[in-house]
């Protein structure tokens, strides 16, 4: 904490021309003494400190004294502020603006200058996301097991894990950890966790295998599926899978060859596109196609 008041108060002055004593105490939450014995602290380290005294005096770098701040170029410190308002949409904190201020609080050019690029990672769900993300951070720095209640395609269940990582891919969020029940790491859905907890059983961390920070192996895609759709669909697969996921056929038709997680997760994806899009292979997808087609048809006779 010092540390970080001494490097705020070396700030403040490379950016203002003369502070007072008072300002800087009420600034960083210090008694004057405190800020007095900083001063002497920065003075050894090398940095020329000037006080004055009466109603002109204050506290400033001698005249003619110049740090070089210049540790980021433009293009870093952009690529820095863009990264830090991203994750602000998920923060119950800003961090962006507090950075801008602790650089140069005088240069409101600055606060504008990621503006160009704009990354919201919570989509409709700030107000649960920003809680659990904190919360699980805590845990994480503390070492804790966590425990909730979850939801998947089998049902739902409790779950205590050792809370190692929490990643942001495949358009969601979720948390990386070590299951106490199933003895191994894995990854949970963040939207998928409710009523989450964190414990006052501390853990030892475990040596993560390598292979485990591959998180493409917990979500597979080997179920292959080949189908054809519809011209008027083609903006839809290159909004999802990109531009050359298909090839157009003669007469139009798209055809569509890509691994999928499991045959549930494609059925939902498929039926979808109603009737704009027929499922070549496998024939025993055809078959769950046709099943559930007649089963949503008696349905709606009824």
């Given amino acids: 904490m010092k540390i970080d008041r001494l490097i705020g ?13 008072p300002y800087l105490a009420k600034k960083f939450e210090v008694s004057r003494r405190t800020i007095n014995r900083d001063i002497e602290d920065i003075c050894k380290a090398g940095i ?36 830090l308002k991203s994750f602000d949409s998920v923060s119950t904190h800003s961090a962006s603006h507090k950075l801008i201020h602790k650089i140069s609080p005088n240069r409101p ?25 904190a919360q699980l951070r805590v845990a994480i720095q503390q070492k804790r097991v966590v425990m909730f209640h979850y939801y998947y395609n089998k049902g739902e269940n409790d779950k205590r894990i050792e809370p ?15 299951c106490l029940m199933k003895q191994e790491f894995r990854l949970y859905k963040l939207n998928r966790l409710w009523d989450l907890q964190t414990t006052e059983e501390e853990f030892i961390p475990r040596e993560i295998p390598e292979e485990c920070f ?8 080997n ?20 531009f050359g996921c298909f090839q157009e056929m003669e007469d139009g038709r798209l055809l569509f060859k890509r691994g999928f997680t499991n045959l549930n ?4 994806w498929f039926l979808g596109f109603g009737d704009r899009v027929e499922i070549l292979e496998p024939i025993e997808m055809r078959a769950l196609i046709k099943e559930k087609i007649k089963k949503m048809s008696e349905r709606y006779q009824s």
């Fill in 9 to 21: 108060i070396i700030t403040v002055l490379q950016n203002n021309k003369k502070v007072t004593a």
């Fill in 48 to 83: 020329p400190i000037v006080t004055t005294q009466g109603n002109e005096g204050g506290i400033s770098i001698m005249e003619g004294f110049k740090l070089d701040t210049t540790v980021f170029t433009t293009d870093e410190l952009e690529a820095i502020l863009v990264g």
């Fill in 109 to 133: 050019t600055l606060m504008s200058l990621a503006d160009s690029v704009s990354i919201d990672l919570s989509s409709h769900y700030k107000d649960s996301l920003a809680p659990k993300i």
């Fill in 164 to 178: 190692y990582q929490i990643v942001f891919q495949w358009s969601s969020w979720y948390i990386f950890g070590f």
């Fill in 214 to 221: 591959d998180f493409n192996r917990h979500i597979p895609d």
């Fill in 223 to 242: 179920y292959d599926i080949t189908a054809v759709f519809d011209s008027s669909e083609k903006y839809r697969l290159i909004e999802e899978y990109c």
């Fill in 265 to 268: 997760v494609a059925m939902d």
